[in-house]
């Protein structure tokens, strides 16, 4: 079975604060993604990475930034809080862009006050 | 973009019955799978189905790529099955082929 896991369940920052959220797949896979996921708009691609140190933007990077320095670790960095920073954030993991079948970690609600 | 529509975008159902759950999206897809996510937040893999017909219990899925919608099957519901139900999609190529495209999901509530 495929494992994806995060670093928090649940997480509490000040605004201002300098966060690092972790997650860590042990498949080999190639790709992997963090999203946000907030009520009434749905999850939303923040970065992706297909190789180590590889990296490109989803729809809504301002504000994170990210870094993949293992194959099996992708972080997402959020280098000043804000509150609109608050959401649930999860990451994910697939093995080549032929199928893009895409497996979820357990997901880290993030509260920035 | 691609756009993914789901339909119903609440269903409340009885203990013991069957529901439908459709998804439809714009454009060719190479990846088309279906979430449950439960109630702490984990998106659980349902199918991958960019194509064809599937099964997994009480549980089943068909997608006809040609005319671009998808169906998720419950049979014989319980309690546990309640939760959001996502349909997920990404392009064959091009732009944006990486990226699942979410519909905004079906709310399943199963009563006893």
């Known amino acids: 079975d495929v494992k994806v896991t995060q670093s928090s369940r649940y997480l509490v920052k000040r605004t201002g604060e300098k966060v690092f959220l972790e997650c860590v797949q042990d498949?080999?896979?190639?790709?992997m993604f963090w999203y946000r996921q907030d009520p009434g708009l749905g999850l939303r691609l923040i970065y992706f990475?297909?190789?180590?140190?590889?990296?490109e933007k989803g729809d809504i990077p301002e504000g994170y930034s990210v870094s993949r320095e293992k194959k099996e670790r992708f972080s997402l960095i959020l280098e000043s809080a804000s509150t609109n920073q608050t959401s649930m954030y999860l990451c994910a993991s697939s093995s080549t862009p032929a199928t893009n079948e895409q497996y979820f970690g357990p997901g880290t609600r993030l509260t920035v006050t | 973009g691609i756009q993914v529509e789901q339909s119903p975008p609440d269903l409340i159902l009885q203990e013991g019955a069957n529901s439908t759950l459709r998804c439809n999206f714009s454009?060719?897809?190479?990846?088309l799978q279906w979430f449950h996510q439960n109630p702490w937040g984990q998106l659980i893999n349902l199918f991958y189905i960019p194509s064809g017909t599937k099964q997994n219990g009480r549980l089943s899925a068909t997608t006809v790529a040609t005319e671009r919608y998808s169906l998720l099957y419950i049979s014989s519901s319980q309690t546990t099955d309640s939760g959001v139900y996502f349909c997920a999609v990404s392009r064959s190529s091009g732009a944006g082929s990486y990226q699942l495209t979410f519909g905004k999901g079906t709310k399943l509530s199963v009563i006893p």
């Open positions: 498949m080999d896979h190639e790709n």
């Open positions: 454009d060719s897809v190479n990846n």
């Open positions: 990475s297909y190789d180590v140190k590889m990296k």
